[in-house]
Every structure is written in structure tokens, then in C-alpha cells.
């Protein structure tokens, strides 16, 4: 798209595809979202969103799409990228930023579905994530954080070579919630890039992330 050349933005890993999804494919993830992504016993996120009803939950998959690109500003940006299985989608993996040229930072937040959990693909995605961040647009840091009760996610960054980074509480369904800080750093993530990753398309899209040609 010549004036939102996000769309044409591409992250590979050897099992995914990383990109803003289209109409339909969004009808598609949101599908995946509605198909499950947590046990409903638990509550991964610090906004309980999933506890919408199924016509409630597809919208608002949508509407946090749109959100982010009608938002989006060189100074304060979220990047939702729809992450791809054999041309179908199986979840979501964000980057988000403020006044990135200047602090050169990041963080980031994910979903998949269930059905394609415990298979390594939140690993990939978010290795492809820290590729665009570090070698793409030259962050310095990136930021994640998980719940004490969601080891895939500690998990994840733990593989990456995320360094703990301290404690937060948040109230979620009306509960105390402990949260587990990470960081990561340019030689951290050097030393942990355990997965290829290629990207296409990115030279268009850096002055929307507040970055000249020079980065």
C-alpha cells in the first residue's frame, strides 16, 4: 500500500510469517481468538478481554487492529503483526513503542491460539519481533513481562536471553496479580539468535517509526 507501506512490512521465520493481515484473515484470527487462547480458568492478560462474549471477542480482535493503525504516529506506535502458519493465522505479536527515536526501546505482547501452543511457534515469533527491533530499527532495549502463573511466557523470554527486570502488580478480574519483568539488550539478544529470521519491506516504513533512512 503506497501510503501505509506497513502493509507490505514481512518478517520470516522457517515456520512463519510475520504482517498485518488483510480483511479476511482478520475474520480468520479472529476466529482463533473465539477458538480459545488460555485455560478460562486463568487470566493472561492485564486487560481481561477474553472474557467477552464469542461475537464480542471477534470484534474487538478487529477494532484492536484498526485502533493501532489509526492511532499510529511517529512518536507513539503499536505494531500488531498477524503471525502466519501455511498461509493461515494462529495468533498475534505486538511491538509497541514511544518516542523510539530518541529512547530506542521497545515492548512487546503476543497471543495464540490454543490448539497451537506448546509447539515453539511463541518462541519463533517473538525471536522475529526482537530481529525487527534490534538489526531493523536499531532499538537498544526491549521490554516484556508475564504473570507468575504463565510459564510459557517466562518461558519464551527466558530462551530469548531476557534478564529478570523487577515486579509489578496489576488487578485483573478484580485480583492482586503479580508480574514478572524481562529485559533484553543488544548484546543479549546477539548472543541468543538461535532462530533466521529474514524481513522485507522495511526501508519504506521507517520514517513512520520515527527513523530516517540513516536509523
Not at 9 to 27: F, K, S
Not at 37 to 48: K, S, Y
Request: some cysteine; proline content about 6%.
Amino acid at each position: 500500500m503506497k501510503h501505509w507501506p506497513l502493509y507490505d512490512l514481512r518478517l520470516r521465520t522457517p515456520r512463519l510469517e510475520l504482517r498485518l493481515p488483510t480483511l479476511a484473515e482478520l475474520d480468520d484470527l479472529a476466529d482463533v481468538a473465539v477458538a480459545g487462547i488460555h485455560d478460562p480458568a486463568l487470566m493472561p492478560f492485564g486487560f481481561a478481554w477474553t472474557n467477552a462474549e464469542p461475537a464480542e471477542l471477534a470484534r474487538s480482535v478487529a477494532q484492536f487492529q484498526w485502533r493501532a493503525i489509526s492511532q499510529w504516529s511517529p512518536e507513539c506506535w503499536s505494531l500488531p503483526l498477524t503471525v502466519f502458519l501455511d498461509g493461515a493465522p494462529i495468533g498475534v505479536q505486538g511491538l509497541d513503542a514511544s518516542d523510539f527515536a530518541i529512547k530506542r526501546e521497545i515492548s512487546s505482547g503476543s497471543w495464540l491460539g490454543r490448539s497451537f501452543q506448546g509447539r515453539g511457534f511463541g518462541t519463533e515469533m517473538r525471536a522475529a519481533l526482537l530481529h525487527l527491533a534490534f538489526e531493523g530499527l536499531g532499538a537498544l532495549t526491549a521490554l516484556s513481562g508475564a504473570h507468575t502463573d504463565n510459564p510459557a511466557s517466562i518461558g519464551v523470554s527466558r530462551r530469548l536471553g531476557y534478564l529478570p527486570d523487577g515486579v509489578t502488580h496489576k488487578v485483573v478480574r478484580g485480583a492482586r496479580v503479580e508480574e514478572l519483568r524481562f529485559t533484553i539488550d543488544r548484546p543479549g539478544w546477539d548472543g541468543h539468535r538461535t532462530v533466521d529470521v529474514s524481513v522485507e519491506g522495511l526501508g519504506p516504513c521507517l520514517e513512520l517509526f520515527g527513523l530516517g533512512e540513516g536509523r
